[in-house]
């Protein structure tokens, strides 16, 4: 009973804010889905890749050459590649959500307009349909921008820390071997 409440709940809310707002839906459900795939890969499969590249650093004889220091580069790239893998993607969707609701806000204000030309510009309850059409998908689509905007910051923040962690693990290593040698 509940579960058909809240999807009538759901439905009435589309059908104010007009088809944009569907679009905006999939968009932000889609966005967090990139999200929390990135978060699943920074908790599970993050620390197996630093792993993997410090035991290829560490089984490494030689590390003071510039070929050496071009792997170490290279090591750290792809440990911040996999873990950074589609955040521009994710800020282009970010980007989208608000461009989505402006469009939303211009489909819900022809709306207003033709009803004004139809019904003339004192019929204000005709008209309140269409400016309701236009203000939610601006918030849903300002709702999804922040919120993907906070998610994409830490993530960025996130995978400059374990870029700077990675390559102070892996000079740390060759520091520790000067010292014992």
């Known amino acids: 009973m509940l579960l058909l409440e809240f999807s009538h709940a759901i439905q009435d809310f589309i059908e104010t804010g007009g088809q944009v707002l569907l679009v905006i839906g999939v ?3 889609v966005m967090w889905l990139l999200i ?3 978060i699943f890969y920074y908790l599970r ?7 993997a590249a410090v035991q290829q650093w560490q089984s490494r004889t030689e590390r003071n050459s510039w070929e050496a220091e071009q792997i170490r580069s290279a090591l750290i790239s792809r440990v911040s590649m996999a873990l950074g893998g589609n955040l521009p993607t994710l800020q282009a969707l970010v980007a989208l959500c608000p461009l989505l609701g402006l469009m ?11 009803v004004m030309a139809v019904a003339g510009s004192g019929n204000v309850r005709s008209m309140a349909a269409g400016v309701s059409k236009a203000t939610i ?3 849903a689509g300002m709702v999804g921008a922040l919120s993907g905007v906070f998610a994409t ?15 102070q693990q892996l ?3 060759d520091s520790q071997l000067q010292l014992s040698a």
């Open 171 to 173: 000079a740390l290593d």
């Open 27 to 29: 968009l932000i459900f």
């Open 36 to 38: 929390l795939e990135r």
């Open 153 to 167: 910051t830490w993530l960025k923040r996130v995978t400059k820390r374990e870029r700077v962690t990675l390559a």
């Open 45 to 51: 499969g993050h620390r197996q890749a630093v792993t």
């Open 104 to 114: 939303g806000t211009v489909t819900g204000m022809i709306e207003v307009f033709d």
């Open 137 to 139: 998908p601006t918030m």
